[in-house]
């Protein structure tokens, strides 16, 4: 119900293929299987334009402040493909729409859903959990239990909590 | 029952038609005087009442003990200004004499004598206005205010000073697309009405005006009801069940919302003017407590359960129907 | 959330139509004239977006025109319109205008509008098509936002050639010949920082060249921008007559006038609140006749079913609609 509507992104059950329209390509693969699909996706660029590919345990400061500057360098025509699990695929996704990549310049692979990042509006920080969706975590900031919210946040790469036990509480 | 009493219920923008409420588009344009069975609202986009000050007060507040509240990405300043220099006339007509706006080309001075403002600045010069123009508008009306810029076949809600929020949150959405932002609301989908509003707001034209209303309910008259501070008041939705003062402390609260495409930036301002009335005010008029009732009776469980009225609906009702 | 039933009397007093009067009239160059037109009386026009169009009344037609300036509120909106031998009447209706005359149009109408989260702007015209364009490079500098203009025209016609010189300084790159222009063209698409976008207005050719280079060289879409009147915005629509089955009443509805406003002025109060084709409340069942549905509301199976119809906004396929009024 309402799947177009929602933030939480979903990915689709296909693989995406390289745009054929993209002049040159930078390709980023978090973990094993995320640098297993950039693999397949550089034999799939169409031949003659430039390919980069960016490997990455996850997306750790280096690899974000390498995609920054390859953004500030790029033309248009420029087309960014990011494989690996959500968590890295929203932060590394986060990043590009913050320098003014089009999501219509962005593809995704996404490996894995379990790691995600929430965000605790209580004491704004962010907690890695491996809690589904509409389950509960605790904040590594305030310590409260935080239900895990259908509701992503895309400059952010996060999920929203709220305190889960808010209206029991004497 | 006080003067002041009588004012708010008075100017009470009472936003039900008939004994159900469901989803829908429901926009009109903006500036028609609506006359209630106790008075009547929406002349203007703007709406200043006795509580000005004290608003005013409490959304610094908010914003001294938490910054997030106001958000503006980098490409919203030019809307910034557009929304100030479109929304300052109208407070200066709606005000005369209190407020004066003195205009010289670019070169504004604006004198607010309800809060004791004098400000000089220039229309699109940053350093003439420090705090930045959208912080400054919010320091002079009671209305929340969202921007949306309008790109890619789309809106987005990229700035915005909200201190007034009901159960959302203005520092996790800023950025969002607009369908994105009411991706969490139930059955909404179903209707379509989300996407017909973001069609219709994407065909207003510069200098287009239009509102809508939207209601909750709230314990207290807590106006800032954000999902920051839900830690705060969630427990309140569970003990007011049981307290003898839930006809005072249960209120219902309605949001005016105005959609004003602005001339310059072409960004859609949403101006979020939010009334709270409680159960009690609200049964000085008959015709307001018997058709909440039934309103509150009839509405699905699952609104109610997003509107976060579920623990004290039944209390609600009981009171609101008791003869 | 209130439903209202307008009485014919209370209906919007003016159909957001302003009023100016020509104050100024220049031949920028040999068949383009440039109208300064201002509100009779002064005071300031409503503010717009860059790249804003104003639909002018032009005798028996409505014609677009695109607004200059920069867009802030000003005393003075300024035109300029090509003289079109073999077209419709309209532009020699403007090339008639003299200072005094009073003309109607509509409330600036934005289309075109610059987008707020570009990095760079590459502003593309081709001769009348610099109109926009300069409304675009006027904001761009008053916004401090980075630009450059291509300006192809025809050698010697160049209008506003050195205002723009004036205001774009290196910025502006202005070509007399076709072959120029294009590959002027090609090359600054071929290059652009990621984040710009490019705007293009003149004439169709130069519009396709725009779209199908960039496309060839990899821009998406959404950072292709090209200014074309939309047909839907001069329409009209054309008369037809409103049958009322319960009186057996004949409502004649003028082409311009919505079935909605024809039916209030009738003396038929119908349900309404948004009255642009959203909202649902004016909704009015079809008896007979074909609707040419023109609204948001009503789903594709609805639409087909042809048993009611969005008064608001939507008319008739046939000449006689027969409403169950």
Sequence with gaps: MGAEHTSVPRWGSERPAPDPSARTVLLVGFGARGCAITTAWSADVPGGRPVEVLAADDAD????????????????????????????????????????????????????TDRKRVYCPHCRTTTATTAPVGEETPCDGCGRRLHVYAHVSRRAGAYLGFMADAEEVA | MTTALSARVARFPFPFATDSYRYSTNVEPAR????????????????????????????????????????????????????????????????????????????????????????????????????????????????????????????????????????????????????????????????GVIPRAEQFLMRLQPGEEYRRTNWTMTVDRRLDASTETYAEWGRDRRLVVDDPALPDRLHLRVEVQHLIRLGVSNAICFLIRTHLLSLRELATVPEWRARFGAVLAELPDDMADYKGLTRFRAAAVDWLTAS | ????????????????????????????????????????????????????????????????????????????????????????????????????????????????????????????????????????????????????????????????????????????????????????????LADQPLGTHVYVCGPAPLIAFVEETAAELGWPGERVHAERFSAADLDPGEPFTARLARSGTRVPVPSGTSLLVALERAGVAVPNLCRQGVCGECRVPVRSGRPLHRDLYLSETERAAGDSVMCCVSRSVDDELELDL
Excluded at chain 1, 65 to 89: K, N, Q, S
């Design chain 3, 1 to 188: 959330m209130t439903a209202t039933l307008t009485a014919p009397d209370a209906l919007r007093a003016d159909d957001g139509r302003l009023v100016l009067e020509v104050a100024g009239v220049v031949d920028e160059v040999p068949g383009v004239r440039t109208l300064a037109l201002r509100r009779p009386g002064g005071g300031l026009l409503p503010a717009h977006p860059a790249g804003s169009h104003v639909v002018l009344d032009c005798g028996d037609r409505r014609n677009a025109y695109s607004l200059t300036g920069d867009g802030s509120a000003a005393d003075e909106y300024r035109v300029s319109v090509l003289l079109c031998p073999g077209g419709g009447g309209g532009s020699a209706f403007v090339h008639r205008l003299a200072v005094g005359d009073v003309v109607t149009a509509s409330r600036p109408r934005s289309a075109f509008a610059p987008v707020s989260t570009a990095r760079h702007h590459l502003l593309i015209a081709g001769g009348i098509g610099i109109t926009p364009m300069l409304s675009h490079a006027r904001a761009a500098v008053r916004w401090k936002r980075s630009f450059e203009l291509l300006y192809g025209h025809r050698p010697g016609a160049g209008a506003y050639l050195d205002e723009l010189r004036g205001l774009c300084g290196d910025r502006l790159a202005a070509h007399g010949s076709t072959a120029e222009m294009l590959a002027a063209v090609r090359a600054a």
């Design chain 2, 32 to 191: 028609r005087p609506t006359t209630t069975v106790a008075g009547g609202w929406g002349s203007g986009v703007l709406d200043v009442d006795d509580d000005y000050a004290a608003e005013l007060a409490e959304r610094r507040a908010v914003l001294a003990a938490d910054p997030t509240r106001c958000q503006e990405l980098p490409h919203m300043r030019v809307a910034s200004w557009d929304a100030l220099t479109t929304l300052l006339p109208d407070l200066a007509a709606l005000c005369p004499g209190t407020t004066v706006l003195d205009r010289d080309g670019d070169r504004w001075t604006w004198r607010n004598e309800l809060l004791g403002t004098a400000r000089t600045f220039t229309v699109g010069d940053d350093d003439s206005l420090p705090e930045g123009p959208l912080a400054f508008l919010g320091s002079q009306i009671q209305e929340d205010v969202v921007l949306l810029d309008q790109r890619e076949g789309a809106l987005w809600a990229d700035a915005g000073l909200v201190t007034f929020a009901a159960d959302w949150s203005m520092g996790f959405d800023v950025g969002m697309r607009f369908l994105e932002v009411h991706g969490p609301v139930p059955r909404v989908h179903e209707t």
């Design chain 1, 61 to 112: 400061e280096s690899v974000l402040a390498v995609l920054t500057a390859r953004i500030a360098g790029a033309r248009v025509g420029w087309r960014l493909m990011l494989a690996g699990p959500e968590v890295d695929v929203l932060a590394a996704r986060a990043v590009a729409l913050r320098a003014g990549v089009l999501d219509a310049e962005i593809r995704c692979a996404v490996t894995s």
